[in-house]
Nanobody, 116 residues
Framework: QVHLVESGGGLVQAGGSLRLSCAASVSISNNKVMSWFRQAPGKQPELVASITSAGGPTYSDSVKGRFTISTDNAKNTGYLQMNRLKPEDTAVYYC??????????WGQGTQVVVSS
C-alpha cells in the first residue's frame, strides 16, 4: 500500500511563502514522477509542477518563477516551495506519485488560502 501525506498548507497573506511537503511510504526515485496539482473551488484541477529523477522540473505558466518543486530521495519526500503567493493560488494542493509499472497514487490534499 502506497501512502502520500501532504503537509504545510495554511493561511498566508499575499506576497508570502509556504512550503508544502509530500511524504511517501515508498521510494520516490527509480523512474517515478512526482507532481503537485491544485484545485480551487468551482475550477478544474490544474497541474502545477512535476519532477522526475531523470529530467528537470516543469511548471505551469501560472506559477513559473514563483514556485519550486524538489525532492529528497533519501527522505522519500517531495516539496513545493511557493513564494510571492497570490490570492488566485488559493486551492487544495495534492501531490501525485506515478510510474509506468508502479501505478498512480494521490495524497489527501492540503489547503492553501492566500488572503489579499
Amino acid at each position: 500500500q502506497v501512502h502520500l501525506v501532504e503537509s504545510g498548507g495554511g493561511l498566508v497573506q499575499a506576497g508570502g511563502s509556504l512550503r508544502l511537503s509530500c511524504a511517501a511510504s515508498v521510494s520516490i526515485s527509480n523512474n517515478k514522477v512526482m507532481s503537485w496539482f491544485r484545485q480551487a473551488p468551482g475550477k478544474q484541477p490544474e497541474l502545477v509542477a512535476s519532477i522526475t529523477s531523470a529530467g528537470g522540473p516543469t511548471y505551469s505558466d501560472s506559477v513559473k518563477g514563483r514556485f519550486t518543486i524538489s525532492t529528497d530521495n533519501a527522505k522519500n519526500t517531495g516539496y513545493l516551495q511557493m513564494n510571492r503567493l497570490k490570492p488566485e493560488d488559493t486551492a487544495v494542493y495534492y501531490c501525485n506519485l506515478r510510474g509506468l509499472s508502479f501505478g498512480d497514487f494521490w495524497g489527501q490534499g492540503t489547503q492553501v488560502v492566500v488572503s489579499s
